[in-house]
C-alpha cells in the first residue's frame, strides 16, 4: 500500500507543479497585463477621443476650401465670363471689376490660410489681361489628374519654395467633364502651424497623398520612430481614420489620423515620461501571487491524503475481481469526485452483470434456434416429395399443364427456400421467365411480355428476387383486376458500371394520389404501419429495403406511373456492390 501511495504522490508532485506552482508564478504577470491593460485602454481612449477633437478641428479649416469654391461656382459673372459670353475687354473688366474682384478679396480676407487664388480659363482674353486668371495650358497637373477634377483633389505645390498645397476643382456639372475653368486654392501652413503649436513637445508630421508635405519639431530620435512605424501608420491609415501606437521601448506615443477621406494624414509622436510604461504594478501583483501560491500549497497537502486513501482501497477491490460475477465496493463514500468514482464502478458492477446474465441467456437462446433450424430444413424435402408425385400423377393420367406448372412451381419453390441472398443474375431472369410461363397457361391471351436482356456473365449477381418481384406485382395488381390486355416489358441492361432492372406495363396504373403517398412511405418506413392490407405496397417495400440492407445508398429505386397509361419501376445497382 505504501507503494502505491508513493506512486500517486510523485504524479501528484507533478501536477502541481505544472498545474498550480507554474500558473501561478504566471498570475503575477497576467495581473500586471491586465490592470496596465486598463490603465492602457483609458489612456488611449481619452488619446482617441483628443484626436477625433483634432482631426473635426482640421477637416472644418480644409472644408472651408469646398465651400469658397462653391462661392466661385455661384458667381454668375464669374461663370459667364469662364463659359465666354464675355469676349471683348471692356466686357471682361467690366464683370471683373464689378462681383469678381470683390468676391477674391473677400476670400482672402476671411481665410487667412489660403495664399493665392488661381482661376485658369479657357478665355484666353480674361487670362491675359485680369489679375488671378491664367490659361488652362498653364495648369501645373498631369493629363491623368483632370478625372478628379469632377470631384475636386488636393495636390502638394512643387512649383515653389514655399511649402504649401492646393485644392484643385473644375467649373463643370456632372456627368459632364469638360471644363470652362478650373479653380486652384493655394494654402499656406499657417494651419497646421496653429495646430502644431498648441503641443510644443509633439512632433508633427503631415503627408499628402502619401507624400510628406509638412513637420514641425522633428528631432533624431523622432525621426528613427517614425522610420519604423511610418509603413504601417501611412499604409495602414487608409481603412482606419484614427490610429494610436504605444512604443514601450522608445517611450513614446505615436498616433495618426486622416482627414478627407485618407488624402491627409497628421502623424504625431508624444514622448511619454512613464505614466503607462511602469513596472510597479507588477511586484505588487507578484506579492499576492506569492502569497495565493502558499495558501493554495497548505490546503492542497492537507486534503490530498484523504482521496489517495479512498483511490487505494478501489483499487485493491478492483484488483480482486477474478471472477465472471463482479462485487460492488461497500466502503465509505465521499462527497467528492472520488466517492462518485466509486459511485460509477458499483453502476458499472451490477450492468455487467446483468450483461453476463443476458448474454448467458442469448446463447441457450441461440442453440434453441439452431435446433429448430435443423428441424425446419426437414419441412422443404416433404413438398418437394409431394410435388414430384403430383407431377408424376399428372403425367400418368396425361395432364401437361397440370405437370409443367407442378414442375414450374417447384423449381420456384427451391429457389424461395434456398439460403443464397446473392444470385447470378441470370438465375434471377430464369426464375422470373418460369414464374411468367405460369401465368401463361393461367391467362391465356391476356398479356403480351416483351424480353430485352444483355449479355451477363456469372459474376454479376443480384439480390433474390428483385426481378422477380417487380414482375409479380404487376400481375398481381394490374393483368388479374383489369379485362383489357395488358403489354408488359421487361428489360436488363448494362449502363457502364451499372446494371438496370425496368419493368413497365399497360393497365390500370396508380392514381397520382396513391404515388405520391408510395413515395412518402418508401422515405419514410415508420409510417407503413398504419397503411391498410389491401394495395399496401409490401412488395414495392419489400424491393427497397432489401436493396438498402445490401447496398446501403449504393441503389436506385424508382416507380412512375400515369394512370389508366403506363407504369414504370427501375432498379440501378452498382456493379462494385454487386462484386462484394
Known amino acids: 500500500m505504501f507503494s502505491k501511495v508513493t506512486k500517486l504522490q510523485t504524479r501528484f508532485f507533478i501536477c502541481y507543479i505544472l498545474a498550480i506552482f507554474i500558473p501561478i508564478m504566471f498570475l503575477s504577470s497576467m495581473i500586471y497585463y491586465y490592470h496596465n491593460d486598463q490603465r492602457t485602454k483609458e489612456y488611449l481612449n481619452e488619446k482617441k477621443n483628443s484626436l477625433i477633437t483634432e482631426q ?22 464669374l461663370q459667364k465670363l469662364l463659359r465666354g459670353f464675355y469676349s471683348k475687354e471692356q466686357e471682361i473688366v467690366y464683370a ?53 477634377l469632377i470631384d475636386g483633389f488636393w495636390s502638394v505645390d512643387t512649383d515653389g519654395e514655399a511649402t504649401g498645397f492646393s485644392f484643385y476643382k473644375g467649373f463643370t456639372n456632372p456627368p459632364m467633364t469638360v471644363f470652362p475653368g478650373i479653380a486652384r486654392l ?22 499628402l497623398n502619401g507624400k510628406l508635405m509638412y513637420e514641425y519639431n522633428v528631432s533624431e530620435e523622432t525621426t528613427l520612430c517614425m522610420e519604423d512605424y511610418e509603413k504601417q501608420l501611412i499604409c495602414g491609415m487608409r481603412k482606419e481614420t484614427v490610429m494610436i501606437i504605444p512604443d514601450a521601448q522608445k517611450r513614446c506615443i505615436l498616433s495618426s489620423f486622416t482627414l478627407n477621406d485618407g488624402v491627409f494624414q497628421v502623424v504625431k509622436i508624444t514622448p511619454e515620461p512613464g505614466n503607462i510604461f511602469s513596472y510597479r504594478p507588477f511586484l505588487l501583483s507578484f506579492l499576492v501571487s506569492i502569497f495565493i501560491l502558499i495558501c493554495a500549497s497548505i490546503i492542497m497537502f492537507l486534503l490530498i491524503f484523504r482521496p489517495f486513501k479512498n483511490i487505494v482501497r478501489l483499487s485493491e477491490h478492483m484488483n480482486r475481481q477474478n471472477t465472471h460475477t463482479l462485487t460492488p465496493y461497500t466502503g465509505m463514500l465521499s462527497k467528492d469526485e472520488t466517492g462518485d468514482l466509486i459511485l460509477s464502478f458499483n453502476q458499472m458492477t451490477e450492468r455487467i452483470n446483468e450483461l453476463s446474465s443476458s448474454l448467458l441467456n442469448n446463447e441457450m437462446q441461440l442453440k ?32 401437361e399443364l ?25 438465375i434471377e431472369i430464369d426464375m422470373t421467365q418460369q414464374y411468367v410461363s405460369i401465368q401463361e397457361k393461367r391467362l391465356v391471351s391476356r398479356f403480351d411480355v416483351e424480353w430485352e436482356l444483355c449479355e451477363l456473365d456469372e459474376k454479376w449477381r443480384c439480390p433474390k428476387f428483385v426481378l422477380f418481384s417487380m414482375v409479380e406485382n404487376v400481375f398481381s395488381h394490374n393483368v388479374s383486376k383489369c379485362r383489357n390486355f395488358i403489354q408488359i416489358s421487361v428489360s436488363v441492361t448494362k449502363e457502364g458500371e451499372d446494371l438496370i432492372f425496368t419493368v413497365s406495363n399497360t393497365g390500370l396504373g396508380v392514381s397520382q394520389g396513391r404515388l405520391e403517398e408510395l413515395h412518402y412511405l418508401l422515405e419514410h418506413p415508420r409510417e407503413r404501419d398504419t397503411m391498410k392490407s389491401e394495395n ?9 429495403d432489401r436493396l438498402k440492407l445490401f447496398y446501403g445508398e449504393g441503389y436506385h429505386f424508382t416507380i412512375e406511373s400515369e394512370e389508366n397509361v403506363l407504369t414504370t419501376c427501375s432498379v440501378r445497382i452498382h456493379k462494385h456492390f454487386i462484386d462484394f
Not at 397440370?402 to 423449381?411: L, P, V
Not at 399496401?536 to 427497397?544: A, P
Open 56 to 77: 473635426n478641428y482640421l477637416m472644418n479649416q480644409l472644408d472651408d476650401a469646398q465651400i469658397h469654391f462653391n462661392q466661385l461656382k455661384s458667381n454668375y459673372e
Open 536 to 544: 399496401n405496397g409490401r412488395s414495392i417495400f419489400n424491393i427497397s
Open 186 to 207: 493655394n494654402y499656406n501652413s499657417n494651419i497646421f502651424d496653429s495646430y502644431a503649436q498648441e503641443n510644443p513637445d509633439t512632433a508633427v508630421y503631415v503627408y
Open 402 to 426: 397440370i405437370s409443367e406448372i407442378t414442375f414450374a412451381f417447384g423449381k420456384l419453390m427451391r429457389y424461395s427456400l434456398s439460403r443464397e441472398y446473392l444470385v447470378p443474375v441470370s
Open 368 to 399: 434453441n434456434a439452431q435446433i429448430e433450424a435443423l428441424q425446419a430444413q426437414l419441412n422443404p424435402h416433404f413438398f418437394y416429395g409431394t410435388l414430384e408425385s403430383i407431377r408424376m400423377i399428372a403425367e400418368a393420367s396425361h395432364q
Open 96 to 148: 471683373y471689376n464689378s462681383q469678381i474682384y470683390s468676391l477674391l478679396s473677400n476670400i482672402f480676407l476671411y481665410d487667412t490660410n489660403i495664399s493665392g487664388i488661381t482661376i485658369y480659363a479657357e478665355n484666353r482674353k480674361a487670362a491675359e489681361i485680369l489679375r488671378f486668371f491664367e490659361t488652362v495650358d498653364s495648369i501645373p497637373l498631369g493629363s491623368d489628374s483632370y478625372s478628379g
